[in-house]
């Protein structure tokens, strides 16, 4: 059963209460250090992030039945998003074990290329999805859940002490006027802010299909002075899964041994029943119909830029007016449910067009539509206002994550979750930040890129994105973040335990291979392939030659096959891109030099000499917190660099000498 929590509980729950002075009479008087707006995939992750360092959390929600909701397709991970669950799964987060325990068809994508492209992807049952995360954040320590609109956020001026202005968050109010205070609040409002559903030429306010938009906080980010912006999405509609004729479709196929996606699981719930997905595909029919109708709809007329990677199909059908077809995939929403999701067909035709141009595409020639495709445009800020915290330079102790800072997708949505409510949860104890780099993380280079670059469309998460994907790989996670996150607080015993035995296996495993080194022959009387140079090699040297699985060494080294099969994947993808990794190590130190530099985020650079106008104007939008973010931005010349660079070193070699100066005093 869900804590929706009262007055009375809460504050039997609480002993020690935190007011303000300048909260109004109509205060509640509940206390908590983070506040979580919405119970999407960034609220879930940032509300589960707040509480596991230890600080008392709040997720409102406008539905508590909605918390964990799919709200588009049926399906988590894919290319690029499946690192990004996994990584948020080595921080702790719940979408990993969640899609393990709903997921009811599971596959690991570019299986046929190398593993630092692999990616986990599953088809989800919806009911299960949500069933199983609000049983997850309904037992969670230091979390409280409740029903709740948040009209306006409450904020106090910024401390006397500092020297610049920058008020910061003292709670929230909810459109009932009650006032809950906080120290920190994060904003996970996916498309709710001030979202518009549009279908044909109509548009109604809406941030999902019968959910209100969330309007007041629009105007309060807006009155408090940030940049907002118009982003738009969609999602196609849902068919009737008995009016389908899947006999003529190809079938797909889940994976036989799934991989899971938590590194807490070593099987998922459901492998032993997994389902079948379909694919069809568009005709030059329903492109004739699409264009025939293009001029009604309002949501294609607009300005705002939609998703390039995840696109409508009048946006495909103009972007690409040389394809005859595209596919199109049917998707089952859950064991018990008779809806088929439509997965390539998103629209927002009018109403009475959609039904013809959905029949136009082989086995639907009869489908029936229960719910119409739509479009969706919602406000979004600009994330350069934002740290690499995801907290805002304007306001102390305001976090934004997931759509608002113009993203698509789930896991990207999850990803920045993570990490702003580990923040947001950090800072309210008053502990050091948790901050995950280009070179750490996919997460990292979403954010960068978010920070730096801003989002002029919907962002979407692609390994090539990253510089650094050798080592950023899937499979390695837990090795890259786990770590991290335990040193702030935020990753619990039993994670804790896990990695340190994965940890240490793994480092068992490839000892054992690196320890056993044969000549040329000695490797030949075993049946492996050496040229006859005299060289002596090992096990692990072996493993990257590609036509040397692990599981051929077992006659060399029988303890193999006690070993559990996921470790010995781990230790031959680590083998196998052993060389890769050197080349990338001399990269990596580089880029850290240039992250270690750190710039005032409050820099006044009409005081930086050299700077041109123009630059000096960027640099002063953007902000960048170091001087690798700022050789990232647009427009950034290698004049200027060198300028800011030694700004940068002399600042930072004066702001050392006066701390070692302190030191001196506070030592004698």
């Keep these: 059963m869900r804590r929706c929590i009262t007055a009375a509980r809460v504050a039997r729950k609480h002993c020690t209460q935190r007011t303000y002075a300048s909260l109004s009479s109509a205060a509640s008087p509940l206390a908590y250090d983070v506040c979580v ?11 589960a992030g707040a509480a596991r360092t230890g600080a008392r959390t709040l997720l409102l929600t406008q539905k508590l039945n909605t ?35 709903a997921g009811i068809q599971f596959q690991m994508l570019n299986r046929s290329k190398g593993a630092a492209v692999w990616s986990p992807r599953a088809q989800v049952d919806r009911k299960l999805y949500k ?17 709740g609109s948040v009209f306006d956020l409450v904020l106090g001026p910024p401390p006397i002490s500092q020297d610049f202005a920058r008020s910061e968050v003292r709670g929230v109010k909810l459109d009932s006027g009650e006032v809950i205070s906080c120290s920190q609040v994060v904003i996970c409002t996916g498309t709710f802010l001030s979202g518009e559903i549009h279908i044909g030429m109509k548009r109604f306010p809406a941030g999902r299909m019968n959910e209100a938009p969330s309007v007041g906080l629009s105007a309060s980010l807006h009155a408090a002075g940030f940049r907002l912006g118009r982003l738009q999405t ?52 329903t492109h004739d119909i699409v264009r025939a109708n293009i001029h009604n709809c309002v949501h294609i007329q607009e300005t705002k830029k939609g998703p390039r990677y995840c696109p409508s199909l009048e946006a495909k059908v103009m972007r690409f007016p040389h394809k005859s077809s595209h596919v199109v995939w049917l998707e089952p929403e859950g064991y018990d449910s008779e809806l088929i999701y439509p ?7 009018p109403e009475e067009v959609q039904e013809s141009m959905y029949r136009s595409v082989p086995g639907l020639e009869n489908v029936q539509l229960v719910r119409p495709a739509y479009g969706v445009e919602y406000d979004h800020i600009d994330a350069r206002e934002l740290g690499p915290t995801l907290e805002t330079k304007r306001i102390k102790g305001l976090f934004l994550a997931g759509q608002i800072n113009g993203t698509t997708g789930y896991e990207e949505a999850a990803g920045q979750g993570v990490v702003a409510g580990i923040n947001a949860g950090l800072s309210a104890l008053n502990r050091p930040p948790l901050v995950i780099s280009r070179a750490d993380g996919f997460i990292g280079v979403m954010i960068d890129d978010l920070i730096v670059k801003g989002a002029e469309e919907p962002y979407r998460m692609f390994t090539s994105r990253s510089e650094y994907r050798m080592t950023l790989r ?57 040229k006859p140079d005299g060289a002596m090699k090992s096990a692990y040297e072996l493993l990257r030659h590609r036509n040397v699985p692990i599981q051929a060494l077992i006659p060399v080294l029988p303890e193999l096959k006690s070993v559990h099969p996921h470790i010995l994947t781990r230790v031959e993808t680590d083998a196998v891109y052993q060389s890769h990794l050197r080349r990338q190590e001399a990269d990596l130190r580089v880029f850290m030099e240039d992250e270690s530099l750190a710039l005032d985020p409050h820099l006044d650079y009409a005081t930086v000499e050299g700077l041109s106008s123009e630059v000096r104007e960027r640099l002063m939008k953007v902000r960048p917190t170091s001087i690798g973010a700022a050789k990232r931005m647009e427009g950034m010349t290698p004049s200027s660099m060198i300028y800011l660079l030694k700004h940068a070193r002399r600042t930072n070699a004066l702001r050392m000498h006066r701390a070692s100066e302190q030191e001196a005093v506070l030592g004698a």
């Design 37 to 47: 707006i919405g119970g999407g995939h960034a609220g879930c992750e940032a509300a």
């Design 67 to 101: 918390i964990g909701e799919l709200s588009c397709n049926p399906s988590m991970g894919g290319v690029g998003k499946g690192t990004l669950m996994r990584e948020v799964d080595a921080l702790d987060g719940l979408c990993s074990r969640v899609t393990d325990a």
């Design 131 to 147: 069933k199983h995360m609000q049983e997850a954040l309904d037992r969670y320590p230091n979390l409280d859940i409740r029903a």
């Design 234 to 285: 969609g999602t196609p509609a849902r068919l009737a899964k008995d009016s389908i004729d899947f006999s003529r479709l190809t079938i797909q196929e889940g994976d036989r041994e799934p991989v899971p996606f938590s590194f807490m699981n070593d099987v998922v719930a459901n492998a032993a029943n997994q389902v079948y997905c379909y694919q069809t595909h568009t005709t030059p029919s």
């Design 343 to 349: 997965n390539g067909l998103s629209c927002s035709l």
């Design 474 to 530: 899937s499979d390695n996670a837990d090795l890259r973040l786990t770590e991290k996150g335990r040193t702030v607080g935020a990753v619990g015993d039993a994670r804790w335990a896990r990695f340190q035995s994965t940890r240490s296996e793994v480092a068992r495993v490839t000892e054992m291979l690196q320890s056993c080194v044969l000549s040329p022959q000695g490797w030949q009387k075993y049946g492996f392939e050496r």
